[in-house]
């Protein structure tokens, strides 16, 4: 089975662009969630998205937006673009929406000059 | 603040070292815990779950202890292949800064 993908795998903006990130969850799993890591610190969260609506939310800006489509496949997206926000982006796949075991994507590192 | 706390290390230790990491956390109606690994530059895997009567997976064992609000993982006969980052998670999706361990020939 194909565990969870995210498309690119790297990706280099300049300030004040948008980007957009995808991820597809394993197959049978409804959730996703989103985060962002930066060097030398843990995953921080942004989103949670079940069953096509969002669940939970971290302390993250308005920029940030996020949407689960039908087939539970999603889209993180990043407006304004700063400097700060280079970091490897990560998705995760989970069954449900509590506090289950998260299965992660290999991330997409984000650089913004 | 809800947050998880873990010492950063890093932890050097030899082939065949027992370690052992502690994570403490605040929210004090937490149900779920978990610990991931990281290894460089690649995403966190899951290691194991932690259960309120504690787990214990080969090598590995986990630890919930309540009353203190921390969770533990054991590593027992330590290999060259548990070089790693550790980040312990707590409930609904937060993430300690995570330990580092070096096992050393």
């Known amino acids: 089975d194909a565990g969870v993908t995210q498309s690119p795998t790297h990706l280099i903006k300049t300030r004040g662009q948008h980007v957009t990130l995808r991820c597809s969850p394993i197959?049978?799993?409804?959730?996703v969630s989103w985060y962002q890591q930066v060097l030398g610190q843990g995953p921080q969260f942004i989103f949670q998205?079940?069953?096509?609506?969002?669940?939970g939310r971290g302390n993250f800006p308005d920029r940030f937006s996020a949407r689960q489509f039908p087939n539970y496949s999603s889209e993180l997206n990043v407006n304004a673009l700063l400097l700060g926000d280079s970091a490897l982006y990560l998705c995760?796949?989970?069954?449900?929406?509590?506090?289950?075991?998260?299965?992660f994507g290999p991330g997409t590192r984000l650089t913004v000059t | 603040r809800k947050e998880v706390e873990q010492d950063p290390g890093p932890f050097n230790v030899p082939e065949g070292a027992t370690v052992a990491f502690n994570c403490t956390y605040s929210?004090?109606?937490?149900?779920?815990f978990f610990w991931y690994r990281q290894d460089c530059r690649k995403e966190p895997k899951l290691l194991m779950s932690?259960?309120?009567s504690g787990n214990e997976d080969g090598r590995f064992t986990a630890q919930l202890n309540r009353a203190s609000q921390y969770i533990s993982l054991l590593i027992r006969d330590s290999k060259l292949s548990d070089s790693a980052t550790y980040l312990c998670?707590?409930?609904?999706?937060?993430f300690g800064p995570g330990t580092r361990l070096s096992v050393l020939p």
């Open positions: 995760a796949s989970s069954p449900g929406r509590g506090a289950y075991e998260q299965y």
């Open positions: 197959s049978g799993h409804k959730s």
């Open positions: 998205y079940y069953e096509k609506e969002e669940r």
């Open positions: 929210n004090s109606a937490s149900q779920s």
């Open positions: 932690v259960y309120s």
């Open positions: 998670v707590e409930g609904n999706f937060v």
